[in-house]
Every structure is written in C-alpha cells, then in structure tokens.
C-alpha cells in the first residue's frame, strides 16, 4: 500500500521558519519525484517544489523561490521542504505527491497535479502577521 504522509505543519508569525516533512512507503522511493503543493481557502491546487530521487533536479515556484528549500534522504524515504521568511499568504494547506517517472521536476507539466500519482493528507500551515 502507498502511504505518503506530512508532518511538520503549525503556527509561526511572518518571518518565522517550519520544516515540513514526507515519509513515504509503499514504492521505490529512488524511483520517483516527490512534489510539495499547496491549497488555501477558495483557491486552486499550487504547485510549490519537486524534488526528483531519480537525479536530484529540483523545481521552486517563483513565489517561494530563494525562501524556500527541498531535499530529500533516500535513506529515510523522506522529502524536506526548509520553508523560512514565511508570509500570510503561505497560509495554506501543504501535500505532498508522487510522480512515477522520476522526471517531472523538469517538465512543463510539473505544477499540474493530475501528473501526480499518490498524495498524502496534508499538514496545515499557518502564518499569522
């Protein structure tokens, strides 16, 4: 059975940092890319970073870019998302998901979330100014 799940999630004032985490089971975790989403209130699906297992490319949406920092341990079968200098508008509701090819961190098509396979509960994040 596939299982992805966050951790990490809560409240920080703006400009504060959360480290946000996904364990994932179920699959070669070396074999996929591991994306981070976001959802708030009323609004779509934002894909946020992508991390690929396959060969480390890495993916930042220009709204987090220089703020905030994936990796992974393929040891642990673990993704990090590093999320520092947060704002109010990163308030949202944070997923990560699985791709199956391992190469979607470089393609255009990498913040569509239907290109996702697996996806964990979320973990809610907060950022209060």
């Known amino acids: 059975e596939v299982q992805l799940v966050e951790s990490g999630g809560g409240l920080v004032q703006a400009g504060g940092s959360l480290r946000l985490s996904c364990v994932a089971s179920?699959?070669?975790?070396?074999?996929?890319?591991i994306g981070w989403f976001r959802q708030a209130p009323g609004k779509e699906r934002e894909a946020v970073s992508c991390?690929?297992?396959?060969?480390?490319?890495?993916y930042h949406a220009d709204s987090v870019k220089g703020r905030f920092t994936i990796s992974n341990d393929n040891a642990k079968n673990t993704v990090l998302l590093q999320m520092n200098s947060l704002k109010p508008e990163d308030t949202a509701v944070y997923y990560c998901a699985s791709e199956s090819t391992g190469l979607i961190c470089e393609s255009p098509v990498v913040a569509q979330p239907e290109q996702y396979d697996f996806w964990g509960q979320g973990a809610q994040v907060t950022v209060s100014s």
């Open positions: 179920g699959f070669t975790f070396g074999d996929v890319a």
């Open positions: 991390i690929s297992n396959v060969d480390g490319t890495t």
